[in-house]
């Protein structure tokens, strides 16, 4: 289970926060509970845990600096079940960013699982540096590496003749093909 405070002005997605983190917000940042209008954020989160969902897609607002929101977007960028280096996005942003400063901004994003935060790792490929907790972060890779979807083969580039391909010797070959209704 993952708990999560989540936070929106009208239908406008602008905070998800990690209960270790709510004592750290300002008061009014998170404004008065209410428990109904979160239907669909709760039934897109369930559904990415779950292995159903490879992203998630809800009107949402992150407020941030110009920098932040660089980060944050290269963070969008990267495909689900995949990950990059706080190094590598500092490299790509350019202009003397350092792995700190790239951290930094993944710790402001008040959009965590949304804007996949969790993908961006330290150089050394420890999972701390997440503000949801390297736990949290564990969870959401593992998720991602379980479900992500593997890429279609290009069978066109296959010898076929090297293969000494044999229906019966690979009936999971031979299921497909008759699945795909090719007579013989």
């Known amino acids: 289970m993952l708990d999560i405070t989540v936070v929106r002005e009208a239908d406008t997605l602008v905070g998800v926060f990690f209960p270790d983190q709510i004592g750290e917000l300002p008061a009014d940042v998170l404004g008065e509970r209410v428990d109904d209008g979160f239907e669909t954020i709760v039934a897109q989160l369930e559904a990415y845990l779950a292995g ?9 607002v992150a407020d941030g600096t110009a920098f932040e929101a660089a980060v944050w977007q290269a963070a969008v960028e990267i495909p689900y079940g995949e990950t990059r280096t706080w190094a590598e996005v500092a490299f790509d942003l350019g202009d003397g960013v ?9 710790e402001a994003c008040p959009l965590s699982v949304f804007i996949p935060t969790h993908r961006l790792l330290r150089g050394t490929g420890d999972l701390g540096g ?10 959401l890779l593992v998720v991602e590496e379980r479900n992500r979807p593997v890429p279609p083969m290009d069978l066109s580039q296959v010898d076929w003749d090297d293969l000494n391909y044999s229906p019966a010797t690979s009936p999971v070959l031979s299921a497909r093909v008759s699945v795909a209704g090719v007579a013989a």
């Open 52 to 60: 159903y969902r490879l992203s998630l897609d809800v009107e949402m």
């Open 98 to 106: 350092t792995p700190d400063q790239v951290g930094a901004a993944l």
């Open 130 to 139: 997440y503000a949801g907790g390297s736990p949290r972060r564990n969870v």
